[in-house]
């Protein structure tokens, strides 16, 4: 089925071949839709099922950090070893991720979301047996080492979603602006979803039963999301391509390298955002400690996450002479002011309003930051550079995650806020760079 397409590089299916007439009218910017028809135009793209799939496979990646946080928290009393285990997943993700993005991109996403499926199923495994099969101490080199396999293993569905998209509307660039919308969205419900389980299922029945979620996730919904037909739309440019069609293989091999002064713009924006959120998560569980509640700190921040998750998805509305740097710098300025408002609240009233007021700016910085990623990757190393910027969320989550719980251990829940405004503070200064990396990057092709 594939063999037509052109290896390492984004090849369109049938649905995407045949626009409606409406979505080729937008795309020249005349008769446009309804409201929500821009995001009707995804499910022609790639159907329904695909919608359907990809939303909830990716939950199990935004419950891993905080599920390790609540459990070892839990079994151990100590927010320290908490962070340190969610910290060993998100370098486990940083290491991993990459390599799967980088094996996808040559040997096809089917196989390696298959074999990564299963690992991960048995990391999550070995995690459990070991945080509750040995003492506290005795036992933490094996749920650390337990932590960075799951990380390194998770599935990424969302990475390789966007290549999938990236493909699906490479000759319709509002389907594509609205399809990165709807991608950082469902990241952003998927993490207000994801420590929301993770707060109710801890709280009401046991630490463990959100890894049980992510098994039973990770071992339907990952296979068939590697199954669905889309992932015909990317062909992979390894030895077997090769054989069948040396020449565009080639000439896919002979396209520009990475740029990695680039590209680390937006990774290192990623790693920034991460940070913001490990760091606000682990302070609101230090918050939610001090009322006797600190498993629902997940709870606490699904609210950011809601706000976050409305404002991705206004991206898709924004008008499009606003460009991706100047966006990246007015909302990481925005976040910055509303994260310095975290350290007031003393009552749990108070911290709902301004955890809704912070996430307004969230969802809209990681929208710019991937749209800014897609610019500099080259086309036949998507599934590289797109897993880069996510597993740059989960190692900065990771590293905000361990750096709160130390400074909420010692200084209180008030400080280790302290460590969400230093990430917010690093994404405003990032912008400045994105918008450097904007006018000089040659492969820029911004709306």
């Known amino acids: 089925m594939n063999e037509h397409f052109e290896p390492g590089i984004p090849a369109q299916t049938d649905a995407g071949d045949r626009p409606s007439g409406t979505a080729e009218a937008d795309a020249r910017g005349g008769n446009p839709r309804k409201t929500w028809g821009r995001y009707a135009r995804l499910a022609e793209l790639a159907g329904l099922s695909f919608l359907a799939i990809g939303f909830p496979a990716r939950l199990p990646l935004a419950m891993l950090t905080i599920g390790a946080l609540t459990m070892v928290t839990a079994s151990t009393g100590s927010y320290a070893l908490g962070g340190f285990a969610a910290g060993a997943v998100g370098l ?25 499926a299963a690992v991960h199923t048995i990391a999550v495994a070995l995690l459990l047996l070991a945080v509750y099969a040995s003492p506290a101490d005795a036992g933490m080199p094996a749920v650390l080492a337990a932590s960075l396999a799951v990380g390194a293993s998770c599935p990424q569905v969302s990475p390789m979603a966007r290549v999938r998209w990236m493909a699906l509307a490479r000759h319709d660039k509002r389907a594509l602006d609205t399809a990165l919308s709807y991608e950082s969205t469902a990241d952003e419900l998927t993490f207000v979803l994801g ?22 996730l990770t071992v339907t919904l990952v296979p068939a999301f590697a199954l669905h037909r889309t ?29 990695w002064l680039y590209t680390s ?40 996450g809601l706000t976050s998750a409305f404002g991705a998805l206004s991206v898709a509305y924004w008008p499009a002479r606003w460009n991706h740097a100047a966006r990246w710098i007015v909302c990481g300025g925005t976040m910055a002011v509303f994260t310095a ?9 108070p911290m709902i309003l301004i955890l809704l007021l912070v996430g307004l700016p969230v969802g809209p910085t990681m929208v710019t930051i991937f ?60 912008g400045f760079l994105a918008a450097v990396v904007r006018r000089k990057a040659t492969a820029v092709d911004q709306p």
């Open 92 to 116: 486990g993700s940083a290491l991993g991720a990459p390599l799967l993005g980088y094996l996808a991109d040559r040997n096809g996403q089917r196989p390696v979301l298959l074999l990564s």
């Open 195 to 216: 420590p929301a389980l993770v707060g109710l299922l801890a709280a009401t029945v046991a630490p463990w039963l959100p890894f049980a979620l992510v098994v039973l």
């Open 231 to 259: 992932v015909f739309t990317v062909a992979p440019i390894g030895r077997k391509m090769e054989r069948r069609h040396p020449a565009a293989v080639a000439a896919a091999r002979s396209r520009p390298p990475v740029n």
């Open 265 to 304: 713009v937006p990774v290192l924006g990623m790693v920034a955002m991460g940070m913001f959120f490990g760091s606000t998560q682990n302070a609101l569980s230090a918050f939610g400690g001090t009322f006797g509640a600190a498993d629902s700190a997940g709870l606490l921040y699904a609210l950011l």
């Open 341 to 349: 408002l975290l350290q007031l609240p003393t009552e749990v009233a």
């Open 371 to 430: 749209s800014i990623g897609t610019v500099v990757a080259p086309k036949n190393r998507l599934g590289t550079v797109m897993t880069l910027l996510a597993s740059g969320v989960v190692l900065g989550s990771a590293l905000g995650s361990a750096a709160a719980g130390a400074v909420a251990e010692s200084a209180g829940y008030s400080a280790a806020f302290i460590v969400s405004l230093g990430a917010a503070a690093a994404l405003f200064v990032l």
